[in-house]
């Protein structure tokens, strides 16, 4: 059964980035979303993706260090959300 928080973050990373040849379902949960051929994502689109995650979910970013690890991969990013988002924020 996959993971709805995953998917939550597929969709919003597809939307929030605008890859319109991306396909939410073809990225894959571990599969580093920095500097991947699949997205490239740079920097602003790491800046982008951690304004969209901060407002969706009501977590805090702090450093651009806890970005890079959260924003490490799509099962990164869903369990570091679990870990500091309010369960009612976490489901759709």
Same mark, same amino acid.
């Given at each position: ?5 995953? !998917? %939550? ?6 939307? !929030? ?7 939410? =379902?073809? &990225? ?14 740079? +920097? &602003?689109?790491?800046? =982008?993706?951690?304004?969209? &995650?901060? %407002? ?6 702090? +450093? ?17 959300? %679990? ?7 976490? +489901?759709?």
């Amino acid at each position: 059964m996959p993971d709805a928080l995953a !998917t %939550r973050l597929k969709h919003l990373i597809v939307e !929030t980035l605008r890859l319109p040849d991306v396909r939410p =379902e073809d &990225i894959p949960d571990d599969e580093p979303l920095m500097g991947s051929a699949r997205l490239g994502l740079d +920097s &602003i689109d790491a800046l =982008e993706l951690v304004v969209a &995650i901060e %407002r969706e979910f009501g977590i805090k970013i702090a +450093s651009s260090e806890e970005a890079h690890e959260s924003l490490a991969s799509v099962g990164r990013l869903a369990a570091f959300i %679990r870990a500091r988002a309010q369960p009612g924020r976490i +489901s759709p």
